[in-house]
């Protein structure tokens, strides 16, 4: 095996970090398992684009799990701590507790989450949690129905969604973390009343601003609300004060209600990027390996792991895409410039967000 260079060390008894050319750790890792999902939000998967004669992959151009295994074994022994499962909805893969057992016990794997729509959540909970995993975050955009349903493109049921968080709760999937994208004139108006039904649960509210992520969700400067502006709207309503981040490369800034009701995090890639602290790697689910959201193209790791690579040479491929990864977009990002955002980009629904 090739010997990694450009690394920093952790405490004793951790593997080694393999940091990139901005000396950027690989920490994360985001596995799609497929392409499909029972939403067609308009900021990813619009229906327009997204109709009943749509070709999604076929499972033979998936990863199996064994490939998955393979990978991730690969990145644990780069640096890689925490493993997300996404889509497309990872919950319309009928045997993810199967995989799911199978990368709870792995050396190296600390931390196991799951992000999912939650409408097919509730009967799933406590099995995801028995074969292994530990955390949940829900993506729900609104709790006015009319306005959720339009943001889910006609596809989500509020009431399964929060019977899926109840759920995910009392299988001890917790804290659980709900994800609202936020545009201007589509669901800022329901913000507050979402954080007054979060407020005091446990539950973690995430405000996310609408990013140019992809190339169909028609993103504009003039439809993102800034974080800013949120957390002054929001701290009229109720006393916010700031808190530390939970560990090295969070990309939430994090506040807690100043009466104890709990926290809310504010993600902020267009007014506020944090590139200089990702530590994310995304392994699309026809093995793809991205190392930025708004990446324009991957290295494919499906022809290496079917034309026989072993587990060495496999590290040896990873190091190097790490190794030479300088993506900072949002850092680089010009909203004033529309040529920025008809860059060819990969789309959400690919890599998980």
Known sequence: MTTVANNDKLPAGEIVATRDALRRPLRDLRISLLDQCNFRCPYCMPEAEFHSEYEFLKRKQRLTYDEIIRVVTAACALGVTKIRLTGGEPLLDKNITDL????????????????????????????????????????????????????????????????????????????????????????????????????????????????????????????????????????????????????????????????????????????????GSCSRARLSADGMLYTCLFANQGTDIREPLRKGADDDELIDILSSIWLQRADRYSELRRPDLAEHHVLKKVEMYRIGG
Request: proline share 5%.
């Open 100 to 275: 799911i057992k199978r990368l709870s016990p792995m050396p190296g794997v600390h931390d196991l989450a799951l992000t999912t729509n939650g409408m097919l959540l509730a009967p799933m909970a406590q099995k995801l949690a028995d074969a292994g995993l530990q955390r949940a975050t829900i993506s729900l955009d609104s709790l006015d129905e009319d306005v959720f349903r339009r943001m889910s493109g006609g596809r989500g049921d509020l009431r399964k969604v929060l019977a899926g968080i109840e759920a995910a709760e009392g299988a001890g999937l917790g804290p659980i973390k709900i994800n609202v994208v936020v545009q201007k004139g589509v669901n800022e108006h329901t913000i507050l009343e979402l954080l007054e039904h979060f407020r005091g649960t446990g539950q973690i509210v995430r405000l996310i601003e609408f990013m140019d992520v992809g190339n169909r969700n028609g993103w504009r400067m003039d439809q993102v609300v800034p974080s800013r502006e949120l957390l002054e709207r929001i701290g009229k309503r109720w006393s916010l004060r700031p808190i530390g981040k939970n560990y090295p490369g969070e990309v939430a800034r994090r506040y807690e209600y100043a009466d104890g009701a709990g926290e809310i995090g504010f993600i902020s890639s267009v007014t506020e990027p944090f590139c």
